[in-house]
């Protein structure tokens, strides 16, 4: 069954470290997104790439980086850098026009 | 500058009754919309689109009303039923080079009361 898979659901990362978000695809999407959702302000652009080994920085990418190795895979990695970094965070893909794939979620807490 | 606008945070609905939500944008390159439905702790979910061609799309109980010249759609689910309580996000997407990637309003979390 084709789809999009976030892990893992939950994740806890104390100050100072850095985390990865794991993003998988088997849909054979070129173009895949990450996007964080906080309460009230809906989904924000981290980053997203539209082919493998290029990417692009989206409205929010300070203290957050992303690699593309593969055409699967689209890891963000939650640096210490990001002030505020609890928050739910999306993973979406597509290869057309017509709108996204969104896997699951991931919710980042910092503790 | 916010290109696709939700004015609604929130909206609530008797059961059986219609929601409407409503979407205004700004970008005359929009040539594509969309609606997604998201639950807590879940990924939104494709509910239903429309072209700009179109001023109608309608699938069961939900219908995309779009008003070019306004730059407003809106989206009409009737009868609501509780588990239509949900955030729903509209996004838009334009012709051209990274016409992809999809620009999202902030969402309206709408409440459907039994």
Not at chain 1, 61 to 84: H, M
Not at chain 2, 20 to 28: K, R, W
Not at chain 2, 76 to 82: D, E, F, G
């Amino acid at each position: 069954d084709g789809g999009i898979t976030q892990s893992p659901k939950y994740l806890f990362r104390k100050e100072g470290q850095n985390v990865t978000l794991s993003c998988e695809q088997n849909l054979n999407h070129d173009a895949m997104y990450w996007y964080r959702q906080d309460p009230g302000q809906g989904l924000r652009l981290i980053y997203y790439s539209q082919i493998v080994n290029d990417f692009q920085k989206g409205d929010i990418a300070e203290g957050y980086s992303v690699s593309r190795e593969k055409k699967e895979s689209f890891p963000l990695t939650v640096t210490s850098a990001q002030k505020n970094p609890t928050a739910f965070y999306l993973c979406a893909s597509t290869a057309t026009t017509y709108g996204y794939t969104f896997g699951s979620g991931t919710r980042l807490t910092v503790v | 500058d916010q290109q696709v606008k939700q004015n609604s945070p929130s909206l609530s609905v008797q059961e059986g009754r219609i929601s409407i939500l409503n979407c205004d944008y700004t970008n005359s390159m929009f040539d594509y919309f969309l609606w997604y439905k998201k639950y807590p702790a879940e990924g939104p979910t494709f509910l239903i689109s429309i072209s700009s061609i179109k001023d109608k799309n309608e699938d069961g109980r939900f219908t995309v009303f779009l008003n070019k010249s306004a730059k407003h759609l809106s989206l009409h689910i009737v009868p609501s039923q509780p588990g239509d309580s949900a955030v729903y996000f509209c996004a838009a997407s334009g012709s051209g080079a990274g016409s992809y990637q999809l620009t999202f309003g902030k969402g309206t979390k709408l409440s459907v009361i039994p």
